[in-house]
């Protein structure tokens, strides 16, 4: 391909098997061909497709509630008792039909740690070692886990074999089953990473422990609950609410965001629900709070964009974000969202502007997630009317790949939503990788790059990265990002939400 030269031209690699998987990748975006689409007409049939594959996606994998049900996500309450699996006592269900439902996938994890003379595995791993050893060996156990499923065939003996009769089948049925694998590889990793022990004491035993309102810690005793003073005070009600809107996205097929009420928000706090709930037109609405939570979870992108920029200057004019017409953003997500609901509410915040330009790029892209499951809906009448534009672009590739291509198109900004792909050194392999994206993003001088973090730590390693690809200045310090939304995990030190901190900077000349 004639293209491919000019495109390797233009990266400074210097390793010779860099470049073969360069030049790969490229070729097979070619073939994949890149999908793209406004919001002018009908959305088109790969669009739908996405909405059908990310119905009931949840906003936190349920292993990392452990006082919900396994399979659909109710809550612990009352009226709900939750019974724990007898096999290996590390998850719960709701019903027999639910745990019937889940077996095909709990029954690797549930065989390989079963109950052994009344202890579960976490009791196990924990009794025989000191308080201040039992996250390393809960650590060495998810290291296992993640073996284990490099052992796993997700397709079962007894089931017919898929008919491949092309070579873009073999391409599918091959997705499919690395979909599966990830599924129980990171699955049962994270489900021991999140494992119901006491964080104040580390007891494991389940006939101790009693779960929090929040359906995501487990305590032995009143005492040590109090004692998590951080926990209940900063972080239950929004686990709750996390918990709450896996519920919901469980039992309904699309979030269903009242008509009018995206005209409640704005783009300095987003929705107040103690503000909406206080509105006769929404006062009966049965999950009305849920809905508050999950629609905020969406507006965490432009909230998140407009935080940073709204005291900036964009473009060779040094306009601000509000005199602007045309608006061009590269994301850097995992997870692309493409709900038209919440990009045109970015557009009434911003008046002035006619065309918005969305590039979405992850090598690791999931279109089928959380974010997509309710797309082709019926344009507003007011940006119809005023013939107002978002272009959709999705680049399922690393940034500099990008960069390289024939689609590439000048950004006003860039952001990168709390991932480390673009600017991961490790392993060695990706060390070219990183410092060009991180020189790519920075090319214009006028572009301004917005980074999120989950600790100001890793904003500081990431700095540090950008200023060893080309000079640049820092524009917005390290500072809480107070639309950080839902993105959560736990790590050595508790809760962390993955968009936590942001910065802004700039290539300096």
């Not at 119905?55 to 994998?61: D, G, P, R, S």
């Not at 600790?455 to 310090?477: G, M, S, T």
């Not at 107070?482 to 942001?502: A, C, K, T, V």
């Amino acid at each position: 391909v004639s293209g491919v030269q000019v495109q390797v031209q233009r990266v400074p690699y210097t390793d010779h098997t860099t470049i073969y998987y360069y030049c790969t990748r490229i070729l097979l975006q070619k073939m994949l061909k890149v999908r793209s689409y406004n919001n002018k007409g009908i959305a088109p049939n790969f669009i739908h497709e996405i909405e059908q594959l990310s119905q009931h996606a949840v906003l936190i994998e349920k292993n990392f509630f452990l006082g919900v049900c396994y399979t659909c996500g109710v809550l612990a309450t009352e009226k709900v008792c939750l019974q724990r699996c007898a096999g290996c006592q590390l998850v719960s269900y709701c019903s027999k039909k639910c745990q019937k439902t889940n077996w095909k996938l709990h029954k690797v994890l549930c065989k390989k740690f079963p109950m052994e003379n009344g202890k579960n595995i976490m009791v196990r791993k924990t009794e025989s070692v000191g308080k201040d050893k039992k996250m390393k060996a809960l650590l060495e156990l998810a290291i296992d886990c993640k073996k284990m499923a490099d052992e796993i065939d997700p397709h079962q003996k007894d089931e017919a074999p898929p008919v491949i009769n092309d070579w873009k089948d073999e391409w599918d049925q091959r997705a499919l089953w690395m979909d599966e694998w990830d599924q129980l590889a990171f699955g049962m990793y994270n489900f021991v990473l999140n494992a119901r022990m006491c964080p104040v004491c580390d007891e494991a035993r389940p006939e101790m422990l009693f779960d929090c309102s929040c359906c995501a810690v487990s305590y032995c005793s009143q005492e040590h609950r109090i004692q998590d003073y951080q926990h209940w005070n900063q972080n239950c009600d929004l686990l709750y609410s996390c918990a709450m809107g896996n519920w919901y996205l469980t039992q309904h097929l699309q979030l269903q965001i009242p008509e009018g009420l995206l005209n409640e928000a704005n783009l300095d706090c987003g929705l107040k629900f103690k503000k909406v709930s206080k509105l006769v037109k929404y006062s009966s609405e049965k999950w009305l709070e849920t809905i508050v939570n999950l629609t905020n979870e969406l507006l965490s992108f432009p909230l998140t964009i407009h935080h940073a920029l709204k005291d900036l200057k964009l473009g060779e004019q040094s306009k601000s974000i509000y005199e602007l017409s045309t608006l061009n953003i590269h994301i850097v997500h995992d997870y692309p969202m493409l709900d038209p609901r919440i990009w045109e509410f970015f557009l009434h915040q911003l008046p002035n502007i006619e065309i918005l330009n969305l590039t979405f790029l992850s090598e690791n892209m999931k279109l089928d997630n959380r974010y997509n499951a309710c797309l082709p809906v019926e344009r507003c009448s007011d940006c119809k009317r005023k013939k107002r534009v978002i272009n959709y672009n999705i680049q399922p590739m690393h940034y500099h790949e990008y960069f390289s291509s024939d689609d590439y198109v000048q950004p006003d900004v860039v952001v990168s939503f709390g991932t480390d792909h673009e600017t991961n050194y490790t392993p060695d392999f990706y060390k070219a990788h990183a410092f060009t994206s991180c020189m790519n993003m920075t090319y214009f001088k006028n572009t301004v790059v917005i980074i999120t973090k989950f600790h100001e730590l890793f904003l500081v390693a990431d700095l540090k990265k950008f200023q060893d690809a080309r000079p640049i200045n820092v524009l917005l310090p390290i500072q809480n990002n107070p639309f950080y939304g839902f993105s959560m995990f736990r790590g050595n030190y508790g809760i962390i939400y993955g968009n936590n901190f942001l910065c802004c900077i700039q290539r300096k000349y």
